[in-house]
């Protein structure tokens, strides 16, 4: 038997998986997860893997206060034992090798069927990783985008968090809230953000991240 933890800052996405994957049925006809837990952050997440070591976790990227990156990061560090399962809205071909280096098993977008992340969670749980296949193909790409992607590629993962708050029209103090910085620390990356990209003004920095799918 499994424990699982969801960590989503939505109630309805966390129910909407909770009764999917509560449904899961092992050989036998039994549930597969005995017990499933619910997180709405990062920091509520860490205490409750401290307190019950859960077997297996749904992830989102985008929480309050700690970002999903930043959370793997920690269970990696700390060596907790739990399989990651990363459910996520964001762009895979700039999150899916970032996850993996963090301890990520598995990576489904959000914009697929539900029943995608229900085959991950299945593939995790037999011992093995699922992550989908990247069209490597650059025949649709101009220079320019080629260009931009490596420019993300360069971007720490902190640094792309904040990109795309940024892109998304999140003001420099909701951004300081959400990620526990000072609002200076924010303007500092706001100011590094348009250098390394090269870029002139926050409506360009917008369009940098439409054309390459971040927003």
Do not use: W
């Amino acid at each position: 038997m499994s424990s699982l933890l969801i960590i989503d800052d939505h109630p309805v996405i966390r129910a909407a998986l909770k009764m999917m994957l509560g449904a899961l049925k092992d050989a036998r006809d039994r549930p597969v997860f005995t017990t499933i837990l619910e997180a709405s952050s990062g920091i509520e997440a860490l205490q409750m893997i401290h307190q019950h070591v859960p077997s297996l976790l749904v992830l989102d990227l985008n929480m309050p206060g700690l970002s999903g990156l930043d959370f793997l990061s920690r269970l990696q560090r700390e060596q907790i034992p739990t399989r990651a399962v990363v459910f996520t809205a964001n762009e895979p071909r700039f999150y899916m090798e970032r996850c993996t280096r963090v301890g990520a098993m598995g990576f489904v977008e959000k914009t697929n069927d539900l029943q995608e992340l229900r085959k991950a969670v299945q593939a995790l749980l037999s011992g093995y990783t699922y992550f989908p296949r990247l069209d490597t193909s650059t025949v649709n790409l101009s220079s320019v985008q080629l260009d931009e992607q490596k420019m993300i590629d360069t971007l720490s993962d902190r640094e792309l968090s904040i990109f795309q708050a940024l892109a998304r029209g999140v003001s420099n103090k909701e951004i300081a809230e959400r990620l526990h910085l000072s609002h200076k620390t924010v303007s500092t990356y706001k100011t590094r953000l348009i250098d390394k990209l090269n870029v002139k003004s926050l409506v360009h920095l917008r369009d940098f991240a439409q054309r390459n799918h971040l927003i």
